[in-house]
């Protein structure tokens, strides 16, 4: 796998590599969106394609009693954006699993908020 393909599902060392670059590059983007994003200090949110758990942290910060949950389908970012957020799993405000956008199991009507920052482009049929 290229070093690029990496940016698609993240593995080995050059994903570990990638999910890292990811929670840098990615910060000014995500920094400028959040902030149109209006959250109740206890709201429940699900980043999809979470990532390096960068954008959960933001989230976590944004709702302090809040729930943040997260998940993608790279076990290499699954195992980053738990170390990042540590402390808020511990907690029990934050969960990140590993799965498919496309195979989701959460009730529809349990998140205030959904996010997916630089992450639809790789999901199989984003229509549905």
Not at 102 to 115: E, K, L, Q, R, S
């Amino acid at each position: 796998m290229s070093f690029f393909e990496n940016t698609r599902k993240p593995v080995g060392l050059g994903g570990k590599i990638m999910v890292a670059m990811m929670n840098l590059g990615h910060s000014p983007v995500a920094r400028w969106g959040l902030r149109f994003l209006e959250l109740t200090p206890d709201a429940k949110v699900l980043d999809c394609g979470c990532g390096g758990g960068a954008n959960i942290k933001r989230l976590l910060k944004k709702c302090p009693q809040g729930i943040v949950k997260g998940i993608d389908y790279s076990p290499v970012s699954v195992e980053k954006s738990k170390k990042v957020n540590e402390a808020a799993i511990a907690e029990g405000r934050c969960t990140v699993l590993q799965g498919s956008v496309a195979n989701m199991i959460f009730a529809g009507d349990w998140f205030d908020a959904v996010t997916a920052f630089e992450t639809v482009y790789f999901w199989p049929d984003l229509p549905r």
